[in-house]
């Protein structure tokens, strides 16, 4: 009954979305291909639909995300968890984690372009970078508060510091770590985006490049729309990976 309920919040939200849309197309006096209202918007998702070419470059746009996002997660979290049992070092790099992290990842494709060429790494690179911060950052601080009983009794069962990292250390800090993830996610969607249009020839990014340079408004928020569709189900994915993470390690939700 309360997954129903919810399912129908989330349906009345999306209704009352496309019936702002529509009203604003209607009252915003502006013509069809300047504002493509939603059936418009439906027709043109229907046609790539048929045709297959949005299958394709999601399936790539998403190989990018995937590829980038499990990658800086995996270095962001090995990286924090050391760090974090090493205070005196992350005083040193802390000022400098702080200075790159607010550069915002686009900043940086000029040279990313020069360096890796025009293909899926400029976009990989990308979304490396802006899911990288979030992680490390919530993952230093997650070690720092880890409460000291657990290291005590780590110790006392002489267990060695990689034992003590990957059973006691990760396991309790892993709710903070998830606020990280979660961050990252996001974070790293909303560039593969913009790193696809800059450096890529295929992907939702580019897509929405080409429909923009042809006029194709209603391609645009079409591919608009998916994106945003894309982007609810990752956030899904990730908090139902957090959900069975908690489990398996006794945690609260």
Known sequence: MARLKKFLFIVMGFVLLIAVWQ?????GGHQAALFPP??????????????????????????RFFTGYVTAVFVAVLLGLV???LPVVWQVLDPVVQVLRPVSPIAWSPFIVLWF??????????????????????TVSAVKKVDKTYLRIAANFEMSRVETLWKIVLPASFPMVANG????????WIFLVAGEMV??????????VDARNSLSLDLVMACIVVIGGLGLILDKCI?????WVNRIWGGTQ
């Open 38 to 63: 939603p059936l418009k918007v439906g027709e043109a998702l229907v046609s790539t639909i048929v045709d297959g070419s949005i299958f394709t470059h999601i399936q790539i746009s998403l190989f």
């Open 23 to 27: 009203i604003a197309a209607i009252i």
């Open 239 to 243: 908090h139902y990976f957090e959900t």
């Open 181 to 188: 993830l979660h961050m990252a996610l996001g974070s790293a």
């Open 199 to 208: 450096g890529a020839q295929s992907g939702l990014g580019f897509l929405i």
């Open 117 to 138: 060429g025009i293909g899926n790494m400029p976009a990989i690179v990308i979304i490396f970078i802006a899911a990288f911060f979030p992680v490390l950052l919530s």
């Open 83 to 85: 760090l974090g049992r």
